[in-house]
């Protein structure tokens, strides 16, 4: 039979092995989660697949990566941003992105692509706004929910398309919040395009969200369409506070502006819809699209 003083030493070697193995795994899981890019997103690139593809080549060219999405609000993106809880932020609200430049939070930003906004309501469009400016659109849209004829959904969420929403209403001199036809869904844009879908309404939305559910939307339409007020930019920066990881952050940036990266984002959609949801930005080589977003984010 083994004697106490023989015993405590393996116990000891025991300790010390358990201890051994747990720092290692400690350092490994370290290790691994500096190579995590913790992306806060618009809901709208990310309902309609286009980030899973990006994030899919962009792991399998640079294995030792791993991107997490975080889909929400364009303004609940840049919050999570400045509490450190983002490495990088893709977003489409110049007029925020514009305050949190300002306050340090992000920088080194690219605008990665564009497209519109749309204004969509029911086939029998109510409130006659068909083919008419979005600003005249709107106008139409009040006049016709104080008489009953219309609702409108709102996102209500702060993200991009809300905000823009919101600077419309502003430019049109009139003021919608509680009024019963306006109705702030406080959800996603799949989510609120369903609602709007279910009430016969009329809501702003992002033309790709759109496309990818417009076949479970088949008594809405678009009704008012293009122009700079409803140009929808896209832009990616750097998260600079404390907690966000640099390294990982400017590899999943450098792919997305990449020549690699423009190709996909400005083929996604055209198998399917036969057209792109999202135009690349191939660095705005005019700078079009830059004087676009200093426009709208004095709005």
């Known amino acids: 039979m083994p004697s106490v003083a023989r015993a405590v030493p393996l116990f000891m070697i025991v300790i010390w092995l358990l201890a051994a193995l747990s720092l290692t795994g400690v350092y490994l899981y370290q290790a691994s989660e500096s190579r995590v890019v913790r992306v806060a997103t618009t809901t709208s690139l990310y309902a309609t697949g286009l980030l899973d593809l990006l994030s899919q080549e ?9 991107v997490r999405f975080i ?6 993106a840049l919050r999570r941003a400045a509490m450190g809880d983002a490495d990088l932020v893709l977003v489409h609200a110049p007029s925020l992105e514009k305050r949190y430049l300002a306050e340090g939070v992000l920088s080194e930003g690219e605008i990665i692509a564009y497209n519109y906004f749309v204004l969509l309501g029911p086939l029998e469009d109510p409130a ?5 400016d979005v600003l005249e659109a709107l106008r139409r849209i009040y006049v016709a929910g104080e008489r009953g004829e219309a609702v409108f959904v709102s996102r209500g969420d702060n993200s991009g398309t809300h905000v823009r929403e919101l600077i419309l209403w502003r ?9 019963p036809w306006y109705i702030e869904a406080g959800a996603g844009m799949a989510q609120t395009l369903l609602i709007a879908g279910e009430r016969q309404a009329y809501t702003l939305s992002d033309v790709g969200t759109y496309l990818k ?4 939307l088949p008594n809405m339409g678009v009704m008012v369409e293009g122009g700079e007020l409803l140009m929808n930019i896209y832009s990616v ?3 600079r506070v404390p907690g966000a990881r640099l390294e990982p952050a400017q590899a999943f940036m450098e792919f997305l502006t990449s020549e690699e990266g423009q190709s996909l984002i400005g083929g996604y959609g055209v198998e399917e819809f036969g057209r792109p949801l999202f135009n690349p930005a191939h660095g705005d080589p005019d700078g079009r699209l830059r004087k676009a977003w200093e426009r709208l984010s004095g709005l």
């Open 58 to 66: 962009f792991q399998a060219r640079y294995p030792g990566f791993e």
């Open 237 to 239: 920066y750097l998260v």
């Open 128 to 132: 006659d706004v068909r083919g008419v």
């Open 213 to 216: 559910f417009r076949e479970r």
């Open 71 to 76: 889909a929400v609000g364009s303004g609940e």
């Open 171 to 179: 430019l049109t001199g009139l003021d919608p919040s509680g009024r």
